[in-house]
């Protein structure tokens, strides 16, 4: 049973002993959790999931694959939808 939640957005995700990994956040790097798991591997693949679920890698994901189809295409994939000048789709805009 969950005992909580947790909004996982400007956090960090660090490995902290072999079976431990911490969540912290950039504003309120006091506000700490900790997590142990039963494996080394799984707590390498809980990192690995939750580093892949924030917002900036999937960002940095969309900048990068809107990227490569304009140079495949020629076109912005983004433009079709009325949103290709928005500042949170353009490389440097979102930063940490």
Known sequence: QPIGA???ERC???KEEENVFSISFIEEPER???FECATEEQCQEWVEAL???SYEFLRRSLIFYRNEIQKMTGKDPLEQYGI???ARFQLGAHRQ
Do not use: D, G, N
Request: hydrophobic content about 35%.
């Open 6 to 8: 947790l909004l996982l």
């Open 84 to 86: 290709s000048e928005e």
């Open 12 to 14: 960090k995700i660090t």
């Open 32 to 34: 700490k959790y900790c």
């Open 51 to 53: 580093k892949r679920a």
